[in-house]
């Protein structure tokens, strides 16, 4: 079955960086895109990043443009976020979730990391 | 990119039909049939219960369905029961080639 398992968690001080990651398994990883998404805490859902299943188109949210990179390493069928000068507004779960194969929209998700931004 | 509209709160009691609307922009919604609803209880995952407007997944009842119509998409629960309480949000495919949610709408079942 379909598995996205997210890591790199935790909690970190205002203007630090932190790197998250997601393994898949149980589908062919780099033939799909995959999306990163957060919620923070009694908030709803906020599209942050996607990439291609090949790794050359990559999107990104306006309110993270510029801090968060998104990359992928289909050898290892893992997906990472790098996030930088964190702020507690980034505080928040995030999801890991990948796209259908041949539709623009997700249809699995991970069960999400939780990143605490706090001095 | 705004998020989409959609209303806090709906309630029935079981066995009604209620409907949530998501309302977009000729920038999402209203360009693309990519307009997908996702269902969330506390402390889970979300998971997909629409794609393509009104397509179900394998193992989502047939309880739930999807309409579109210009810039706003439809989730009608029919049959309304228990377990149905959630939070539910719609997500569309956008003209910039992101993604945008809905701000989300908390079902209580009566």
């Known amino acids: 079955q379909v598995q996205l398992v997210e890591s790199g968690g935790g909690v970190v001080q205002p203007g630090r960086s932190l790197r998250l990651s997601c393994v898949g398994s149980?589908?062919?990883?780099?033939?799909?895109?995959i999306h990163w998404v957060r919620q923070a805490p009694g908030k709803g859902l906020e599209w942050v990043a996607v990439i291609s299943y090949d790794g050359n188109e990559k999107y990104y949210a306006d309110s993270v443009k510029g801090r968060f990179t998104i990359s992928r390493d289909n050898s290892k069928s893992t997906l990472y976020l790098q996030v930088n000068s964190l702020r507690s507004e980034d505080t928040a779960i995030y999801y890991c979730?990948?796209?259908?194969?041949?539709?623009?929209?997700?249809?699995?998700w991970g069960q999400g990391t939780l990143v605490t931004v706090s001095s | 990119q705004s998020a989409l509209t959609q209303p806090a709160s709906v309630s029935g009691s079981p066995g009604q039909s209620i409907t949530i609307s998501c309302t977009g922009t000729?920038?999402?919604?209203?360009?693309?049939?990519?307009v997908s609803w996702y269902q969330q209880h506390p402390g889970k995952a979300p998971k997909l219960m629409i794609y393509?407007?009104?397509s179900r997944p394998s193992g989502v009842s047939y309880r739930f369905s999807g309409s579109k119509s210009g810039n706003t998409a439809s989730l009608t629960i029919s049959g309304l029961q228990a377990e149905d309480e959630a939070d539910y949000y719609c997500c569309s495919y956008t003209t910039s080639t992101t993604r945008v949610f809905g701000t989300g709408t908390k079902v209580t079942v009566l």
């Open positions: 393509d407007v009104n």
């Open positions: 149980g589908f062919t990883f780099s033939s799909h895109g």
């Open positions: 000729n920038s999402d919604i209203g360009t693309y049939n990519y």
């Open positions: 979730a990948k796209d259908f194969p041949t539709r623009p929209q997700i249809d699995y």
